[in-house]
Nanobody
């Protein structure tokens, strides 16, 4: 099986910074796109940022210029550096990865982490 384990959430003041990490482990053959999504109370889950295995990135308009997604392919880990945080960034942040597993290397399975809370408040 495959697990995605997130870390780095917490409470931060407006204008502050946080760095989220998500490590994938298990019977991994390859990891394709990885990304971060978030869900605020009463709202639908939305895309924050994605990154391909080759390093191409995509950002939601609301975070472009403030957040940076990166990955360490050797460690199967994706990061989200969040700067200039705003109250509206408060949400549960979920890691996502499209993974091919060892026993089924030609297929891609969508995996999610358990979520980490980010609260921006003074």
């Amino acid at each position: 099986q495959v697990q995605l384990v997130e870390s780095g959430g917490g409470l931060v003041q407006p204008g502050g910074s946080l760095r989220l990490s998500c490590a994938a482990s298990g019977s991994i053959f390859s990891i394709n796109a990885m990304g971060w999504y978030r869900q605020a109370p009463g709202k639908q889950r939305e895309l924050v940022a994605t990154i391909t295995s080759g390093g191409s990135t995509n950002y939601a308009d609301s975070v472009r210029g403030r957040f940076t997604i990166s990955r360490d392919n050797a460690k199967n880990t994706v990061f989200l550096q969040m700067n200039s945080l705003k109250r509206e960034d408060t949400a549960v942040y979920y890691c996502n990865a499209k993974i091919s597993i060892v026993v089924l290397p030609t297929s891609e399975i969508n995996y999610w982490g358990q979520g980490t809370q980010v609260t921006v408040s003074s």
